[in-house]
């Protein structure tokens, strides 16, 4: 929970819910000077909404108090829409609004007219009476699933834009229908990657990094066509690509890193080629006004992952300027 309030975390429900800070009550921190400090939105504001997203710099968090959903089933009603391109998958984004769960798994090493080809997919908790009859017995138990384990690291050359244009047609095309509704429980939705037990082994011994920004809605699509097209053209594809659309953000939650607009999250597998591109996307990234995740910005320029342009938070900008500093 400490790391979840340290990035201020974002979910698929973003644009309806906000971020994590919109559901935690209070948290105790063990602060610089050594005091235990209860905060919230009433007692210690000041230390309460720089923490949220604060990257653990304004002390530990010791306790945290947080409001949960309530559920009536561990399943999901889902539905998967193929989209031929960017078009096509922002349009659906806009329909989708209303839904609490979107996001869209993409093919990033798709160009052109196909370029931002991907899956929406969409989803609302099941409601026990909605349920299909052989789901309805043990409800709210998930079934136990078959998971791979991934038994070594991959060598480095397996992971290449062939293996990745492969992947990224099965994963297209395993669905048959262009519209399938189904359910499916709450890990298949959300964690869909924990079914292969040590997936990060398929990106080799070097690792990989993460990298997320959001770009304004009004440049969305014209920014994510430069951004794909930037991808494409370096080879480094990435299998785990997700695009979301988010809402409008707490103006409080300052540190917090969705602003309304379009964020799209990838994995890129560590290579010597890997600064250089990331160079050229935060580029694009800061021409439309985007920003990046500081917790995925192992690569990017410093300038992106300030959020604090207009606050007047002394304290805490010199200890963001230190912890950039010692990143350098
Ligand atoms: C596969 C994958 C998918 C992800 N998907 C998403 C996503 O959909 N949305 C999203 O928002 N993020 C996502 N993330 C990022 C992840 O949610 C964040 O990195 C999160 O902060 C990790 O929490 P952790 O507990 O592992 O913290 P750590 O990685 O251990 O730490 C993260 C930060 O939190 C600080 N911290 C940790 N504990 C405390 C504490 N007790 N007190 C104060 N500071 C503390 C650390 O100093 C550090 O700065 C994803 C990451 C991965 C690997």
Redo the contacts with the bound molecule.
């Keep these: ?12 429900n973003h644009h309806v819910d906000g ?2 800070s919109e559901h935690v009550l209070h948290f105790t ?1 063990l602060t610089e000077s050594g005091e235990i400090k209860k905060c919230s939105r009433d007692e210690n504001a000041d230390l309460f909404w720089p ?1 949220m997203g ?9 306790t945290a108090r947080f409001k949960l959903k309530k559920i009536e089933t561990a399943y999901i009603r889902n539905e998967a829409i193929q989209a031929k391109n960017l078009d096509e998958i922002f349009t659906l984004f806009e329909e989708s609004e209303s839904w609490t769960y979107n996001v869209a798994w993409l093919d990033c090493l798709q160009r052109g007219k196909n370029s931002g080809k991907s899956i929406m997919l969409r989803g609302e908790h099941a409601t026990l009476n909605e349920l299909p009859q052989r789901l309805k017995k043990n409800a709210l138990t998930p079934r136990k699933k078959f998971s791979f384990t991934v038994p070594f690291y991959f060598p480095s050359f397996a992971l290449n834009p062939l293996t990745i244009k492969l992947f990224n047609w099965f994963f297209y095309h395993k669905q048959l229908k262009k519209h399938l509704k189904n359910y499916v429980d709450l890990d298949q939705f959300f964690y869909p ?1 924990d079914a292969i037990q040590n997936w990060n082994k398929i990106y080799g011994k070097k690792g990989f990094i ?1 990298y ?1 920004f959001v770009i304004p809605k009004a440049n969305g699509k014209e920014g994510m066509r430069q951004i794909l097209e930037t991808i494409a053209k370096s080879g480094n594809g990435s299998f ?1 690509v ?1 695009l979301k659309l988010f809402g409008r953000n707490n103006p409080l939650a300052y540190n917090a ?1 969705p602003f309304e607009g379009y964020t799209l ?1 990838l ?1 890129f597998k560590v290579n010597p080629k890997l600064p250089a591109l990331v160079a050229a996307l935060d580029g694009i990234v800061e021409k439309y006004g985007g920003r990046i ?1 500081r ?2 910005d192992a690569l990017s320029k410093a300038s992106l992952t300030s959020y604090l342009k207009n606050i007047d938070s002394t304290k805490f900008n010199s200890l963001q300027n230190e912890r950039i500093n010692s990143s350098l």
């Design positions: 929970m400490g790391g979840a309030i340290a990035s201020d975390i974002h979910g698929k971020c994590f921190i923490t604060g990257m653990g710099l304004t002390g530990i968090i010791l990657l993460q997320q785990l997700v890193f999250a994995d995740y917790t995925k």
